[in-house]
């Protein structure tokens, strides 16, 4: 699970200008952060790096953007966890981010 | 830690004259008022006013006590005391949009504004003519200047601006200095030459400063994080995430650490280890108050638990000293490299002036090196 989530994370397409990757990609690590159990999601959180923390929460608040069924829930789950590594200052990121995920 | 309420108003910006004894600051509107220190008390002793825009930069020159202003009018005015009244002269900065921050350079022979034309004017005096002569900075700055500081060579001039970087000119006059000598940052100085430009982070730099030798320059982005340059590394930057919200002001105390402050009302250290290259948040420099935690009752925690789905309460107060954001921080004694004591104004109309030496006492581990 937790090889899933790194894997989904890693080169990610923040540089392209090609919409329907970067919802391809969406669509993958949405599907792997759904599929986490909570209790899971604390150790998958302090895996990452600085930087990992901050594309997670770009993630995260692309997911808020088009909620579906079950998803808000699990992503503020994802997004306290975050937000407790990360702090403020990963959330003003993904806010002042030009590069977006 | 000295906190002193001046206004309910934002203090827009604040500059202090040479021995420390009055401040310039301007309450948020058209006016500069000088305020003069008496004991523990403050009285306004001068009221300037002649801006017809809200004063956004004030710097006071310690050696000809003199005070340049610039305010949203796209104009400056630089201040001489006559027996007891303070005299503008303006300078005509050729903007069209407003003017963002000004400062003397260290030999107060020039002065530079940033402003909203995307232009950095530096200004001069003209002895033939008995003018102040501006000439522009213009390329390649693509957005607003918001924050300069000068180099101590008097020549070299960094900016921080709105699109995302940060840059290094030459402000070299040949009417009013000599040739500068190499620094590490380059040895062509010919006026308006760019010497070093960083790569883009993502947030408008609010506010850049020069260590006390000039080979170090640190800057504070709206992307909540600090960078610093180091001139004799190669130009590699070091750059930190910070965990808070995004720093308004920076200041170096030491040619290792630096103090940022922004819009989570407290100071911050930061130091920076050269070996590695690499920055570090130091602390938080706020002294604990003792606040009075009454217990939870049982009630009131299921009553948050079905609030707000947590168990603590939160305070409504903020702790901290300053009670809006911090716009500005100076360096009020010791110099940027032996610092001393600091003081911070702030969107809440307050100033105060830190210690380094109580703070050091106050919060165990911090070090500054």
């Given at each position: 699970m937790l090889q899933a989530f790194h894997t989904a994370l890693r080169n990610s397409p923040l540089n392209t200008k090609n919409q329907a990757i970067k919802e391809r990609a969406q669509g993958v690590v949405l599907k792997v952060l759904t599929s986490f159990k909570s209790s899971e999601i604390e150790q998958a959180v302090n895996s990452l790096d600085r930087n990992g923390i901050d594309l997670l929460m770009k993630y995260v608040y692309k997911g808020f953007e088009k909620p579906t069924e079950n998803s808000s829930a699990i992503l503020l789950q994802w997004h306290e966890k975050a937000l407790a590594v990360g702090g403020l200052g990963s959330i003003v990121r993904v806010l002042t981010a030009r590069k977006t995920v | 830690m000295a906190y002193h309420s001046f206004l309910l108003e934002p203090i827009s910006c604040h500059a202090w004259n040479k021995d420390r004894t009055q401040l310039a600051i301007c309450p948020n509107n058209h006016e500069v008022h000088i305020y003069k220190k008496a004991g523990e008390k403050w009285n306004k002793v001068h009221e300037l006013k002649e801006h017809n825009g809200q004063v956004t930069g004030i710097d006071w020159a310690p050696e000809s006590n003199r005070i340049v202003t610039c305010g949203t009018d796209r104009n400056a005015y630089v201040w001489t005391l006559k027996g007891n009244v303070w005299k503008p002269t303006l300078v005509i900065l050729r903007i069209n949009r407003a003017a963002r921050c000004v400062k003397w350079s260290p030999k107060e022979n020039k002065f530079a504004v940033g402003s909203g034309s995307r232009v950095i004017s530096i200004c001069y005096f003209e002895q033939e003519n008995d003018w102040w002569v501006c000439k522009h900075i213009k390329k390649p700055i693509r957005s607003t200047v918001l924050s300069l500081d000068w180099h101590p060579n008097n020549v070299l001039l960094a900016a921080g601006a709105c699109d995302f970087k940060c840059r290094i000119f030459s402000a070299y006059i040949k009417e009013v200095e000599e040739r500068p000598s190499p620094t590490p940052w380059g040895s062509k100085m010919p006026f308006g030459e760019l010497m070093f430009e960083s790569s883009?982070?993502?947030?408008?730099?609010?506010s850049i400063c020069f260590s006390e030798s000039g080979n170090r320059v640190a800057w504070v982005g709206h992307d909540s994080t600090v960078c610093l340059w180091d001139a004799n590394k190669k130009m590699a930057v070091a750059s930190l995430s910070v965990e808070t919200l995004p720093l308004l002001a920076v200041t170096f105390i030491t040619e290792n650490s630096l103090v940022a402050a922004g819009h989570d009302c407290y100071p911050m250290l930061f130091t920076y280890d050269e070996s590695q290259g690499s920055l570090t948040f130091g602390g938080k420099l706020e002294v604990p108050k003792q606040s009075s935690q009454r217990g939870l009752t049982a009630r009131e925690r299921f009553q948050n638990l079905d609030k707000k789905a947590s168990t603590e309460t939160n305070n409504v107060m903020l702790e901290t000293l300053h009670k809006n954001s911090i716009s500005q921080i100076s360096v009020i004694a010791g110099g940027k490299a032996k610092c001393t004591q600091f003081c911070t104004t702030g969107m809440d109309g307050g100033l105060s002036i830190w210690d380094i030496k109580s703070l050091e006492s106050a919060l165990k581990d911090l070090k500054i090196k």
């Open positions: - | 883009s982070s993502c947030g408008w730099v609010h």
